[in-house]
């Protein structure tokens, strides 16, 4: 079966750097989102990746390595509005999104 | 404001009640997606409409009704809903490539009584 992996909660402190790592087993690969979703609010995509490697984006950036089957979304200097769901999807063979049941992140003063 | 709005966003209805979620986008995108989201579960994909044809039902049931009138339009008619089908509903636009990501809208927190 297809599944996709990611902590279910994770906390950090303001001003700090915070890693979100997300595995995944599809059948087949044709690329990873990140997507970021406030309480109540739409999900807003964040990222893309389909080959190996670092992506930086402002303070976020994603990485993905294909072959290990993994990807991770580094924020840093976070900030108390970066306290959200992220939710890893990946693309697969028959260009489906699986979806990962995402990651609670909880920022501190 | 993401270019895809949802109504109502909250609802709260009956099991013998019958409903329509709305869908709309006018960012010129020609496919649109309804999700279900529950709580620490995974987006589940319930229907897809490409050109307004529906290419995705995943096995959902036919209390679910979607309707896609035009392109820009997506309708979710509910009844005879039961207690575990209250969610989070979202409906997605996608347009060509699918790295360019899905836009989505606020969704409709829908809760059956």
């Avoid at chain 1, 059948?27 to 995509?45: I, K, M, R, V």
């Avoid at chain 2, 809903?81 to 060509?96: F, I, K, N």
């Amino acid at each position: 079966g297809q599944n996709i992996d990611q902590p279910t909660e994770m906390t950090a402190t303001e001003g700090a750097i915070v890693q979100i790592n997300c595995t995944y087993q599809t059948s087949g690969f044709n690329g990873l989102f990140w997507y970021q979703q406030h309480a109540g609010e739409a999900p807003t995509f964040l990222s893309y990746n389909v080959l190996d490697g670092l992506e930086e984006k402002g303070r976020f950036s994603s990485f993905l390595s294909r072959s290990k089957g993994y990807s991770y979304l580094l924020l840093k200097e976070l900030q108390m509005k970066d306290s959200a769901s992220y939710l890893c999807a990946v693309l697969d063979s028959n260009y489906q999104l699986i979806w990962g049941a995402g990651t609670k992140l909880i920022i501190k003063p | 404001e993401t270019g895809v709005t949802q109504t109502p966003r909250h609802l709260v209805m009956g099991m013998t009640n019958k409903k329509s979620l709305k869908c709309e986008q006018h960012l010129g995108h020609n496919a649109m997606y309804w999700y279900k989201q529950s709580a620490k579960k995974p987006l589940e994909l319930m229907f897809v409409y490409n050109f307004k044809e529906q290419t995705e039902n995943n096995s959902v049931p036919s209390r679910f009704s979607p309707e896609c009138p035009n392109s820009s339009h997506l309708f979710l008619h509910l009844h005879t809903l039961q207690p575990e089908d209250s969610a989070l509903y979202l409906c997605a636009s996608s347009q060509g490539e699918a790295a360019d990501g899905y836009t989505f809208g606020s969704g409709t927190r829908l809760t059956v009584v």
